[in-house]
């Protein structure tokens, strides 16, 4: 199993599946296998099998609170936001203290526009995970949505600080820019209420 896993992490999906379908039939019925088969098949595109064999490894383990994150996923990709949600609330519920649970469960929260719920299971990720940049960013991105504009910089700079030169930090970038942008246009709009504002007392005096 270990050398499959390494295929996989090393992109080679194809001959990875491969393998993992050869090992099910020995037994057929391996949660680990299915696992792993399910997750290798939802990052290949295979959506369908990929549900098919992490429900059942779920039936087959179901203290394994990682399958339903990896079917939470997949059904994210499948477009079943709704489902999605439900599968990964189910898997905090179950495991408090699993940090993929929460950190996608955040990020589906934050993609159906409900960002304020998604808050809480970010900070749960990074207390659980400090070292997970998607995590943090994904907790910037939250705050910066819900209006809690210093959290949001707080976030992006610990995402940044943990690895400052990969692509989850430029996008942590582009986050601050972003805020700092947002800024600058919330005081051009107050600047004119204020000049108004004096302009009525001169006025009035």
Known sequence: MGVIV???QQGKQAEGIQLLELLLSHPPDDPLVLSNLGLALSDAGRLERAEQCL?????LNPEDTNIPVALGVALSRMGQPDEAVEVLRAAVTQDQKNPWAHRNLGTMLVGTG???E???HFQAATQLWPNDQRAWLGLADACRLAGRTQESEDASAAAIQISP???LAEKARAGRNLLAQC??????QVIPRLNAAHLTLRLAS
């Open 6 to 8: 390494q295929k996989l």
């Open 55 to 59: 429900r059942r490894a779920m039936e």
């Open 114 to 116: 409900q960002a304020k």
């Open 118 to 120: 998604a808050i809480p």
């Open 165 to 167: 030169h990969n692509d």
């Open 183 to 188: 800024g600058f246009e919330r005081v051009r």
